[in-house]
């Protein structure tokens, strides 16, 4: 059976799979003042995080319309699935179950199924390759699904941010939280909840110390480590994305861990220096 993946643009995808034609990717955007940028492959991060610095405003974000989801699923695949951003924090998940209304309307019936990430970011990507793995093996379209959900619903997911102020001004965090981590430099480990929601797992003085806390985390939640892949995004630190995965490569065995830039998307929520794990 042919099939595709959608992904919006908050998912991260590794070199591997941006050429692979099987995959394609429905673009959020972003306002920061009078500058519109789509995330896609013209997105330049470093401009982008100089804009944001620079800005007394904080970025804005829209998600895939739903007719950018119909036309992407209007393609010869037999198979077609979504991957979007936990609907907690993102339209994204409606705006694709509604092109896929519009598709069936539009042209009958078809095997469309949307994802929701309950992550972001590199879990997502994870998402995404699982699909791969079971169309691969030659799985039943409910199969895939049936299977690829109950990763979801093992997927965990953390990060360590250098500031909270846009997950604050887009209404993600308390104000309390973000005045504490940037008057005391307390950073948060948080994560997410089953349902998709940001919590906090924990917190440090310190990115270091928090990044450390993070690795705890992860080695305390990991379920069987050694049949799953460790996903990293880091957001213009990639020497400290490095030293992060050696850490946690030395206290838990996994069988792959990778590191990717961050997009736009993420770019946006992880700021300069954000790191994103998922497992």
């Known amino acids: 059976m042919s099939f595709k993946v959608v992904i919006d643009s908050c998912g991260e995808l590794p070199k591997e799979l941006k050429g692979d034609q099987r995959f394609e990717t429905a673009s959020l955007e972003i306002d920061v003042d009078d500058y519109h ?9 470093a401009a982008f995080l100089k ?35 936990s609907s907690k924090l993102s339209g994204s998940y409606n705006s694709a179950e509604l092109g896929r209304q519009l598709y069936e309307e539009e042209y009958g019936s078809k095997d469309i199924y949307v994802f929701d990430s309950k992550s972001a970011s590199v879990g997502e990507t994870l998402i995404a390759m699982k699909v791969l793995e079971y169309e691969e093996a030659g799985m039943a379209f409910e199969e895939v699904i049936k299977n690829v959900e109950t990763f979801i619903n093992e997927m965990q997911t953390f990060f360590v941010l250098e500031t909270l102020d846009t997950l ?4 993600r965090l308390s104000n309390l939280k973000a005045f504490l981590a940037n008057t005391l430099n307390i950073k948060p480990v948080m994560g997410a909840t089953p349902i998709g929601e940001i919590c906090q797992l924990d917190q440090a003085r310190g990115m270091k110390k928090a990044l450390d806390k993070m690795i705890d985390q992860i080695v305390e939640k990991a379920v069987r480590p050694e049949e799953k892949i460790l996903a990293i995004s880091h957001c213009n630190c990639f020497e ?13 065995r996994f069988k792959d861990i990778f590191i990717v830039d961050t997009a736009g998307i993420s770019s946006m929520y992880a700021n300069d220096g954000g790191i994103i794990a998922v497992v």
């Open 240 to 252: 400290r994305a490095k030293e992060f995965k050696e850490a946690v490569a030395k206290r838990c």
């Open 51 to 85: 804009m944001v610095k620079e800005s007394p405003n904080v970025p804005k974000s829209s998600c895939p319309s739903p007719e950018k989801y119909m036309k992407a699923y209007h393609c010869d695949a037999e198979h077609v699935y979504a991957v979007t951003l």
């Open 37 to 45: 940028i789509v995330d896609d492959e013209t997105f330049d991060q």
């Open 168 to 171: 604050r001004k887009n209404g």
